[in-house]
């Protein structure tokens, strides 16, 4: 019997993971390691385990199972993540896995054979929201980035460590990371291309760079009222500064570089004090490697010399440093043609978000699928994306692992 997709089961999953971290009005927190993650984490291996895959957790906490094929060749392995930032949808990393254990179910009940085992992840902290850098989890498995240092790694909130983190929820295990034979991530576009278009199905050629970069500014609080603007050492101005600097950068360079401040804090943060301390992150991205590490040379320059210029300190240090990924061309095409044989309209774009996909590229063929995002809303409680393209997607995704995996 072929596999086929059971919608409602795939879309109740997606509502029931959806309801853990919940919040009021609609939208969805949890955020790495948290109490939520744990919740979500727990629900996920009690369900893979309901399915009869074989659970695996790693030393930074990413978990997989795995269905066994006829031969022990490498699995293909379909995941995404299930972190979400504060302000987080239902769709953002769940959909991925969710479509994997989708897949599973298919298979189970089709009681299909594949040749090779096939492989559902759920990979620690994608979003680095709580933790930078992101993708975090997938990064150590497959070797970008060293399990001690990220076990090592503080909360940019100051409040927790990785490595405690992931022992007080229960999820540090010592299971060896795989690679895999091919790795598949179904994603929400998380941009307006698909939806602007008209089009059902993203065939994602790559993921653009990210730079992440956080600036400390240390000055002097004197008297808002007394003190005149030359004898002040200002870091709040100077953290301003440094927010304009990276607008200009995007301005400068234009599409499709962008420039975000995420997080912007001064203290002693009272008004009529100056502020004698500043901190400040900024997410510079672009397709283009050598474009984004001259923006963030322009950007770390410029901060050095505002500080200096304002007699305050700076110092600044990398969240995160992923060059720009290609995928797999050979996958690629058969993610345009899985979605063609299902007449399901495609287009080939790059990935404007990190994905947990771009740390398998470099060690084995690996692709991903979009599906659009309503008003390309994303990392916002109002995320959104239709059930027929949630379904279509993992469709796609179906016919390439049984593909892949040889059904
Ligand atoms: O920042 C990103 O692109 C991803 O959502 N972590
Ligand atoms: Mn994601
Ligand atoms: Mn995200
Ligand atoms: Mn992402």
Redesign the pocket.
Known sequence: MTPEICPDRMLARLAELGRIGALEGGGVCRLALTEADKSGRDWLVAGMRALGLTVSIDGIGNIWGIRPGTGDGAPVMVGSHIDT?ATGGLY??ALGVLAGMEIIAALNTSEARTQRPVAVAAFTNE?GARFAPDMMGSGVHQGALDLDEMLAVTATDGRGVVKEDLDRIGYRGDAAPITPAAFLELHIEQGPVLEQDGVRIGAVTGVQGIHWTEFTVHGQTNHAGTTPMALRRDAGQVAMRIAREADAIAADNGPPQVATVGVFEVSPGLVNVVPDHARLTVDLRNTDGAVLEAATRRLTGFAEAAAAEAGCTLTHRPLARFAPVAFDAGLVDKVEAAARSRQLSVKRMPSG?GHDAQMFAPNCPTAMIFIPSHKGLS?NVKEHSDEADIIAGTQVLLDLVCDLAGV
């Open positions: 930032v953002d990393g979003e978000a990392h």
